[in-house]
Nanobody, 119 residues
Framework: QVQLLESGGGLVQTGGSLRLSCAAS????????MAWYRQSPGKQRELVAQ???????NYAGAVKGRFTISRDNAKNTVYLQMNTLKPEDTAVYYC?????????????WGQGTQVTVSS
């Protein structure tokens, strides 16, 4: 089983910054891709950013140049640095981590953390 613990959400003004963290623990011996998704009320969950085990990154067009995803493999943690935040970035942010363990491959979700950007 894999547990994900997210932190770092909150309320910030337009133009401000936040840093999200997601730490993985449990029964696995390898982490593959790590990603952040977000979901706003009435909208589908969408990919924000992804980072592979090799460090390659991919961003949604709406956040490119403002958000940075990174990972610390020693801590089994993925981060999302969010700068120049806009009201349209308001959403619940979820981390998603692909792991390999003795029971095979697993895709796990964090509990979600609210990010609210006031105008």
């Amino acid at each position: 089983q894999v547990q994900l613990l997210e932190s770092g959400g909150g309320l910030v003004q337009t133009g401000g910054s936040l840093r999200l963290s997601c730490a993985a623990s449990g029964s696995f011996f390898k982490i593959n891709a790590m990603a952040w998704y977000r979901q706003s009320p009435g909208k589908q969950r969408e990919l924000v950013a992804q980072i592979t085990s090799g460090g390659d990154t991919n961003y949604a067009g709406a956040v490119k140049g403002r958000f940075t995803i990174s990972r610390d493999n020693a801590k089994n943690t993925v981060y999302l640095q969010m700068n120049t935040l806009k009201p349209e970035d308001t959403a619940v942010y979820y981390c998603n981590i692909a792991t390999e363990g003795w029971d095979g491959r697993r895709n796990s979700w964090g509990q979600g953390t609210q990010v609210t950007v006031s105008s």
